[in-house]
């Protein structure tokens, strides 16, 4: 393949810290939410207090620089943009 004689590729690929700090705390607190709410209420006052935080979520006014969030946070699968702007909208 290429030779080059001062390159460590393993050094060019690296994992960024905060990032990795942040998108992992972010995630747990999301998880630590739905779960602390579905053990607090029964499943059917469990499911109207997601939803209640979900309609309050995508009820935020537009903004510059934030995107809205039209799914809610407690949802099966984020992508990392909605991550990103629920974390300004939370936070």
């Given at each position: 393949?290429?030779?080059?004689?001062?390159?460590?590729?393993?050094?060019?690929?690296?994992?960024?810290?905060?990032?990795?700090?942040?998108?992992?705390?972010?995630?747990?607190?999301?998880?630590?939410?739905?779960?602390?709410?579905?053990?607090?209420?029964?499943?059917?006052?469990?499911?109207?207090?997601?939803?209640?935080?979900?309609?309050?979520?995508?009820?935020v006014p537009n903004?510059?620089?934030?995107?809205?969030?039209?799914?809610?946070?407690?949802?099966?699968?984020?992508?990392?943009?909605?991550?990103?702007?629920?974390?300004?909208?939370?936070f």
């Amino acid at each position: 393949m290429w030779k080059l004689p001062y390159t460590n590729v393993y050094n060019i690929i690296g994992s960024d810290p905060l990032h990795q700090l942040e998108q992992g705390v972010f995630r747990h607190l999301l998880d630590w939410l739905g779960k602390m709410i579905n053990d607090v209420f029964s499943k059917t006052e469990a499911i109207r207090q997601k939803e209640l935080i979900n309609n309050r979520v995508k009820s935020v006014p537009n903004y510059p620089d934030l995107r809205r969030c039209n799914n809610g946070i407690f949802i099966a699968q984020l992508t990392a943009t909605e991550y990103q702007s629920i974390e300004k909208v939370l936070f």
